[in-house]
């Protein structure tokens, strides 16, 4: 089966720094992506990783480490439009994604 | 470039109806993907396109569900004696050829089943 976790809910100051973990076990491995999702809009994309490691993409970095099944989304100098659900997803078959529950962020003034 | 189209943007129906979901992918992308949400939930898997045909359709609950892609462009969503469980946001997504490519979404169609 295919299960992947992240903490519900978070809650954050604006110019801060927040990180939001995601665990997974699944039955294949191709790629792990972060979306970004405001409430009532489409998922955006906002990173993918398959080698272990840090990518770099502006104020947002994500990492991975395959061996643990783990990865986090690192969003720098948080600003209040950042506030929305951040939603990891697993490529286990190379096409369809498995998605976590998501993560709502606050970011308060 | 445009980016990926659903209609309608809403949806209520009662009970029993059938009901047809359409989604209009990013020029040129060759796969085509659906997913439902519930709220407070992360997208689940429906089905996925490669062209013209339905390479994976385990996702779908049952068979009062039903997908096609005739041209390997517009989706239609189909569903049968629609059930208030159905009620959800279903949402489309196209990528330019499938393997681990970023699949790009749409705004999704709010399902609403009386």
């Known amino acids: 089966g295919q299960n992947i976790d992240q903490p519900t809910e978070m809650t954050a100051t604006e110019g801060a720094i927040v990180q939001i973990n995601c665990t997974y076990q699944t039955s294949g491995f191709n790629g792990l992506f972060w979306y970004q999702q405001h409430a009532g809009e489409a998922p955006t994309f906002l990173s993918y990783n398959v080698l272990d490691g840090l990518e770099e993409k502006g104020r947002f970095s994500s990492f991975l480490s395959r061996s643990k099944g783990y990865s986090y989304l690192l969003l720098k100098e948080l600003q209040m439009k950042d506030s929305a659900s951040y939603l990891c997803?697993?490529?286990?078959?190379?096409?369809?994604?498995?998605f976590g529950k998501g993560t709502s962020l606050l970011v308060t003034p | 470039g445009a980016g990926v189209s659903q209609t309608p943007s809403n949806k209520v129906t009662e009970k029993g109806k059938y009901v047809e979901l359409r989604c209009d992918p990013i020029s040129g992308h060759t796969a085509l993907y659906w997913y439902r949400q519930s709220l407070g939930q992360g997208p689940e898997f429906l089905i996925y396109?490669?062209?013209?045909?339905?390479?994976?359709d385990s996702g779908l609950p049952n068979d009062r569900f039903f997908a096609v892609r005739p041209e390997g462009s517009v989706s239609t969503l189909k569903i049968q004696r629609t059930e208030r469980g159905d009620s959800a946001v279903y949402l489309c997504?196209?990528?330019?050829?499938?393997?681990?490519?970023?699949?790009?979404f749409g705004p999704g169609t709010r399902l609403t089943v009386l």
């Open positions: 396109f490669q062209g013209t045909g339905a390479a994976d």
């Open positions: 997504a196209s990528s330019p050829s499938g393997i681990t490519d970023t699949q790009y």
């Open positions: 997803a697993v490529s286990s078959s190379g096409y369809a994604l498995n």
